[in-house]
């Protein structure tokens, strides 16, 4: 199976500073990798698909870059509300497999 | 607007058997592909099964291959897992996912998920 890592996995910034999360793929995933947004007690949001298109009514902050085996989702200025957990997906290959997240905490 | 609610989580004990529901509603469920997804305690998340819109094909994890079957009833708009010779590893929350995409042929990302129903397997 294709084993994505997340990295770091833990990202502590301030609001109005810049994320940028890293996911790594074993093997190429093309540009099938999507990034998804957890609060606790929450369903997973989808945020990005095929690596840089933005979900609907996903704000025009996030965005999503790489091919093949790394992908970065980047958060340009945080609001309060991106404190969360986020996960990439990989859906080229069965097993669909997510990465083990990313925690953005604050600082 | 989309709802999808789970239903059919509790407790059993280990070697048990219970069955999970997911309701649809607000879109045409019988042109979507359908996922059920985990998450245990604590943990990140694990894709369990996968089911295409038609009910043409199914895949599951390696996990749960052979104990857990996914299925449809698109007379219904539901979505159900079925779960046999569970395992105190089984315990997890368990999400019902919609695919973004129309009648894909391969998968689509998941563009809605229910709020999940809990699984607890315990003695």
């Known amino acids: 199976e294709i084993v994505l890592t997340q990295s770091p996995a833990t990202l502590s910034l301030s609001p109005g500073e810049r994320a940028t999360l890293s996911c790594r793929a074993s093997?190429?995933?093309?540009?099938?990798l999507a990034w998804y947004q957890q609060k606790p007690g929450q369903a997973p949001r989808l945020l990005i698909y095929d690596t840089s298109n933005r979900a609907t009514g996903i704000p025009a902050r996030f965005s999503g870059s790489g091919s093949g085996t790394d992908f970065t989702l980047t958060i340009s200025s945080l609001e309060p509300e991106d404190f969360a957990v986020y996960y990439c997906q990989q859906r080229i290959k069965w097993p669909i497999t997510f990465g083990q997240g990313t925690r953005l905490e604050i600082k | 607007q989309v709802h999808l609610v789970e239903s059919g989580g509790g407790v059993v004990q280990p070697g048990g058997s219970l069955g999970l529901s997911c309701a649809a509603s607000g879109f045409t469920f019988s042109t979507h592909g359908m996922h059920w997804v985990r998450q245990a305690p604590g943990k990140g998340l694990e894709w369990v099964a996968f089911i295409r819109f038609d009910g043409s094909d199914e895949y599951y994890a390696d996990s749960v291959q052979g104990r857990f079957t996914i299925s449809r009833d698109n007379s219904k708009n539901t979505l159900y897992l079925q779960m046999i010779s569970l395992r105190a590893e089984d315990t997890a929350v368990y999400f019902c996912a919609k695919e973004l995409k129309i009648a894909s042929t391969s998968t689509s990302p998941f563009d809605y998920w229910g709020q999940g129903t809990l699984v607890t397997v315990s003695s």
């Open positions: 093997q190429s995933v093309s540009s099938y």
